[in-house]
């Protein structure tokens, strides 16, 4: 029952439905979206679906099973696919904040002890649309049609665009997982039977050398040949492909142990002395090739599970548009209905508290609407009536009604969210730098690796072969190139939802590395250093006439005018609450001013040129004054006599000098480009402390400074708002679009700033510089990892320790050196912008 259908039933109909639904002895009522359970008695929030009375925990909820019951009615049971009754169900539990029913007490303790084992056949509760393709987090040149694994670099293709609503849980996270459990516990045994001698203790007393391989054997088995199977199948791809990466290695080492081993148990007599310890048994390496498998599974599991937190950007964007909308009928009727069920031009009411659903106007009430979440700027803005409003926003206090005016994908929110998608996508040029290493480096590693392994089988102590064996494997297993391909895309996913967060768009991640190191920013004077509004600043009477006589006598002439400036007057005369009379006998003087009768009396305003024409007398001092002020000074004239001045200017933006020299700090000269004079320009730029001004500029002005500068060798970053700054956006080296989300020339921008002014700047060069950084930072870490790992693991160290790296501790650090790179990279999230 909606909150209309109150209105219309009065209590009765209320009371009925929850007469209805009280549950007999023994039932239990759950609210059927999120699963608690509810008192019925407790005069909660109710509503009515087929004759049957439903109750929830709060009006969210509600509103949500109003908006589509069908999706809350029944759940599946997870253990056996049995269909559940949501809201009567005795059996209910909570994995990973989401809510599954269970038809029994036996299928709610089988799914709680092993959650990921009923979750693994799942498929995703909300499948990929049809027609979604599949890409490389790492290579996004690779689009295939289904899911798959890469040809490059053998990771699980992700789905393409924006992620759909609530998505279920990886499917490749999930299974891994499950993996991972399988591997380690086989490990664990393992670990222990091939510890125990080095530990001291003898475990002969209850099993023979022989008997101890082959347990070894059966342990291993199943880790190497289920577990290890997704390894092996990326690492034969690889080959087929002709590009070498880490599966290839891992697959090459724990299958070379693996296989050495299996000979071995059987056939121990094939194996020259070489191969045998002081005991004369050949030594096997089944812990190593088991214990390697459950550490990758690890530092793969850990991987997934950080990348997901990347992708948590864009879903905390699209959480911010709320589910439903509280749409007003032709008849004054309110319903709540799902968000694509709102069409362009629809009324909707916005009551305290509510997110703004979709873009639009306001028609009626006033509000204060916090923009925060897309604009980044923290103070409420006030709105009303004939304001534009933006899907995703919060409205604070006031109730009003809307027009709702672009929905679904037109939305500042989906396109901001597109954006970040694609950007996320996107790769960084210095990302190249670590694909030809990765490219060369594997084909290096395989000979190291054989290299090793003939020095250690040539030069090496007895057994000779059994060295050059564990250090071969252990080359293969450290020199993983995974850190060094996640290095570049984890940092840049990162930092592209952050920026969003904070009203910074990043079109692509080329404009993001470019933006850190550019050197010169020219910016717009209009609307990007001022508020692109002319104001009435001030008002100058002479000759016994007041200021606002003055006023009241120039805003009725300019009442008929069409310029900017005299709309400035007639608000300024509206704000002080002077009146204005009807002017006659109006005429506009092109380039000159205006004159006209107003009550009475010949009023004429103007330039020094109108003046001169009317044979007026002006004292041109004040106005002189102004103008170096940067203002635009208006003589008038009553009846012949000089009367006083008006002056009106765009007022520079409260931000705009603090920006300047925090833009400044970060290293940047800045030139104002503009089409305005020269003289107005000046006084502005000597305010702000401008490094250069061109005026007078046309469009093409501006990206003809662009090239000149260029050419010059500066990096140069353009910030304009879109339509005439167009071309000196696209040949800057960066393109910055200032302006609201709406009407953003974002096609010819890198970046695009949600609001337009000068702070989005700094906050666009803070997080710039902080994600170049990052990302360099993890370069030095992948390579140095390798770059020492590898002659460790190759046994350079053990003419001074007498010791070989083992297999294993070389996996351990393979895992550890990605994991350090996507925690470094995740830093980016906290970053103070």
């Not at 709320?322 to 069920?341: F, Y």
């Not at 570049?488 to 920026?499: D, K, L, V, Y």
């Not at 992948?782 to 350079?796: E, R």
Request: net charge negative.
């Amino acid at each position: 029952m909606t909150h209309s259908d109150h209105h219309h039933h009065g209590h009765g109909a209320s009371c009925c439905a929850a007469k209805e639904a009280a549950p007999a002895a023994g039932t239990i009522t759950r609210d059927p979206v999120c699963g608690m359970i509810v008192d019925p008695a407790a005069g909660k929030p109710t509503a009515e679906r087929g004759g049957r009375g439903f109750h929830f925990c709060s009006e969210r909820c509600r509103t949500k099973f109003v908006a589509d019951p069908e999706n809350y009615l029944t759940a599946t049971d997870p253990v056996c696919g049995m269909s559940v009754d949501r809201a009567s169900a005795k059996h209910f539990s909570r994995y990973q904040g989401q809510g599954f029913y269970f038809c029994s007490a036996g299928c709610k303790a089988k799914f709680d002890a092993e959650p990921t084992k009923y979750l693994a056949g799942q498929p995703e509760q909300q499948p990929p649309p049809k027609g979604t393709q599949y890409t490389c987090p790492m290579h996004p040149e690779i689009v295939r049609d289904k899911p798959g694994s890469c040809p490059i670099c053998g990771m699980a293709l992700e789905p393409m665009g924006v992620p759909t609503g609530e998505q279920g849980p990886n499917p490749e996270l999930i299974d891994f997982t499950r993996r991972f459990w399988a591997s380690a516990a086989l490990s664990l045994p393992l670990l222990v039977i091939a510890m125990a001698p080095m530990l001291g203790v003898s475990l002969e007393s209850f099993i023979d050398g022989r008997e101890k391989t082959w347990l070894e054997l059966a342990l291993a088995s199943p880790v190497v040949l289920w577990a290890a199977f997704p390894f092996f199948h990326r690492g034969w791809e690889s080959i087929l492909n002709r590009s070498p990466n880490m599966w290839t290695l891992i697959s090459l080492g724990v299958g070379a142990a693996y296989l050495f081993s299996l000979v071995a148990t059987p056939f121990p007599d094939v194996f020259p002395h070489q191969f045998r310890d002081h005991d004369g048994a050949v030594p096997v390496y089944f812990e190593a090739a088991a214990v390697i498998v459950a550490l990758v599974f690890l530092g793969q599991v850990l991987e997934l599970r950080a990348r997901e937190r990347t992708g948590s950007a864009i879903r905390a964007l699209l959480d911010l548009a709320p589910k439903t909308a509280r749409l007003i009928g032709v008849d004054g009727s309110e319903k709540d209905v799902p968000l694509d069920g709102v069409k362009t031009g629809d009324r909707l009411r916005l009551r305290p508290g509510d997110a703004v659903p979709v873009d639009g106007m306001v028609l009626e009430g006033r509000s204060a609407i916090d923009e925060s979440m897309i604009t980044g700027e923290p103070l409420p803005v006030e709105k009303n009536e004939g304001d534009t409003l933006t899907g995703g926003t919060l409205n604070k206090h006031g109730s009003l009604i809307m027009r709702a005016d672009k929905v679904g994908a037109e939305t500042t929110l989906s396109r901001i969210v597109e954006l970040v998608a694609q950007a996320q996508r996107s790769r960084a040029p210095i990302q190249g730098l670590a694909d030809r290493v990765s490219f060369y480096f594997v084909p290096a590693v395989v000979l190291v690796a054989i290299v090793a392994f003939v020095a250690w089988a040539l030069f090496g102590p007895e057994p000779s072969l059994v060295f050059a064996i564990v250090s071969a494997v252990s080359v293969l297993i450290i020199a993983c190139p995974c850190a060094l391909g996640l290095a570049t895309p984890m940092s840049i996913m990162t930092a592209t939802g952050r920026g969003a967060h904070a009203g910074v768009l990043i079109k692509e991640a080329a404009a993001l590395e470019r933006f850190a190191s550019v050197d010169t920013l020219i910016v717009d004077k209009t609307g990007t250093l001022t508020e692109g509004r002319p104001r009435l600043t001030d008002i100058v009477a002479f000759d016994g006439i007041d200021e606002n006589e003055l006023l009241s006598l120039a805003a009725a002439l300019e009442k008929g005018s069409e310029h900017p400036l005299a709309e400035a007057i007639v608000e300024g005369a509206a704000a002080r609450g002077v009146k204005v009379a009807d002017a006659q006998n109006f005429v506009a003087v092109t380039g000159k001013g205006v004159s006209g009768t107003v009550s009475g009396r010949k009023v004429a305003l103007g330039n020094a040129a109108m003046m001169a024409d009317l044979g007026v007398e002006t004292s041109a001092a004040n106005a002189e004054a102004m103008q170096s002020e940067g203002k635009t000074a208006m003589f008038v004239a009553v009846d012949g006599a000089f009367a006083g001045v008006v002056a009106v200017a765009d007022p520079v933006k409260a931000t705009t000098a603090e920006a300047i020299r925090a833009l400044h700090d970060k290293g940047l000269r800045i030139i104002m480009a503009t089409g305005d004079n020269e003289r107005t320009a000046r006084a502005i730029a000597s305010k702000l402390g401008i490094d250069e001004v061109r005026a007078g500029l046309l469009p093409e002005g501006k990206s003809a400074l662009v090239d000149e500068l260029r050419g010059k060798g500066a990096g140069v970053a353009m910030a304009g708002d879109g339509v005439n700054d167009a071309p000196a956006l696209a040949s800057a080296d960066v393109g910055i679009a200032m302006g609201t989300g709406a009407d953003v020339a974002v096609e010819s921008a890198g970046i695009t700033l949600v609001k337009g002014d000068l702070n989005g700047i700094v906050r666009a060069r803070t997080l710039a510089q902080a994600t170049l950084r990052n990302i360099r930072q993890n370069l030095f870490f992948a390579f140095l990892y390798n770059v020492l790992g590898v002659p460790v693991a190759a046994g350079v160290l053990y003419p001074l320790t007498g010791t070989l790296l083992s297999p294993m501790l070389a996996a351990a650090a393979m895992s550890l050196s990605s994991v350090s790179v996507i925690a470094n990279a995740l830093r980016l999230r906290t970053l103070k912008l």
